[in-house]
């Protein structure tokens, strides 16, 4: 157990709940989105990236155990953040990080249709109005996660390729890695003009705090085989060849369907 109380691993999630009770509740993330069910939210406003194109002063990479996280410190102003779409308020951009697996059949944390992705990238925000993350959580509204899905293809991902440029000076250490800035637009640009789902759920990893609204495209950005080699050289903790959970029960919520 390490100091913050939350070490865990990926051999068997159902454990979780043992030591969290939070991952025993029923709203939990990730889940299952079959395209077919959802309702739709009918005219919502385009959800809206604001000062993603700005670069940060100063980037880090660093290999937590459970993924690789990315952090960057802007000026005051400069600090991106989404408004809109499902949003009643402005929410910050705190970090993003990667979940996948040891092959190619599995590795996304959500499935479409039963599907699942070689990788899943969540960019977590938490909302303004609460300040901090860490004070965030503890509101069922604190946070926003945008979840893109990857899928295999010879070219690959530019955005990715900034990234995985730290990606061997973090694989085998926990030492943080300053990255060359750059701005995040790229992702936001490559799911302009898709179709997205949202749902209410929670953090896919302990304490499992059910305090997000999921935003996730319904559509696919690139990822070369190679750039997915990068991911599994990571060294997580325990010996974990993977960092998806598994999906949960959707217990009665709905999921929205919303187009930009
Ligand atoms: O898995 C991440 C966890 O590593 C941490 O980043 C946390 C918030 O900082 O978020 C979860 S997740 O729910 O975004 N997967
Ligand atoms: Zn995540």
Same mark, same amino acid.
């Given at each position: @157990? =390490?100091?913050? %109380? ?45 000062? /993603? ?16 996280? $990315? ?9 991106? /953040? ?8 402005? &929410? @910050? ?7 996948? %697996? ?27 109005? &609460? ?71 929670? $953090? ?10 999921? @935003?996730?495209?319904? =559509?696919?950005? =690139? ?8 991911? #599994? ?10 960092? &998806? #959970? ?6 009665? #919520? ?7």
């Amino acid at each position: @157990i =390490n100091s913050s %109380g939350t070490d865990f691993d990926y051999k068997d999630t159902c454990k979780w709940a043992k030591e969290f009770p939070m991952c025993g509740e029923k709203f939990q993330s990730p889940i299952n989105i079959k395209i077919p069910n959802l309702e739709s939210l009918g005219e919502l406003p385009p959800l809206k990236w604001n000062g /993603y194109e700005n670069a940060p002063t100063t980037m880090t990479l660093v290999n937590s155990g459970h993924s690789i996280t $990315l952090t960057g410190q802007w000026d005051d102003n400069n600090i991106p /953040y989404i408004t809109d779409g499902p949003l009643t308020d402005a &929410y @910050i951009f705190e970090q993003l990080h990667f979940h996948w %697996g040891p092959n190619d059949s599995v590795g996304s944390e959500h499935k479409m249709n039963g599907n699942s992705f070689p990788l899943e990238m969540h960019m977590v925000h938490f909302k303004k109005e &609460y300040e901090t993350f860490s004070n965030a959580v503890k509101y069922s509204d604190g946070l926003t996660v945008v979840g893109l899905f990857f899928d295999i293809s010879p070219m690959g991902s530019e955005a990715l390729t900034a990234i995985l440029g730290g990606v061997s000076a973090v694989s085998s250490s926990k030492d943080p890695f300053e990255l060359d800035p750059f701005e995040l637009s790229s992702f936001n640009v490559a799911i302009a003009a898709v179709q997205f789902a949202t749902y209410a759920g929670s $953090l896919t990893t302990p304490p499992c705090s059910q305090s997000v609204i999921w @935003i996730l495209p319904i =559509n696919t950005l =690139n990822v070369s085989s190679k750039q997915m080699k990068k991911f #599994r050289n990571i060294e997580l903790n325990h010996g974990d060849t993977h960092n &998806y #959970r598994p999906t949960q029960p959707l217990n009665g #919520r709905s999921i929205h369907i919303f187009t930009q």
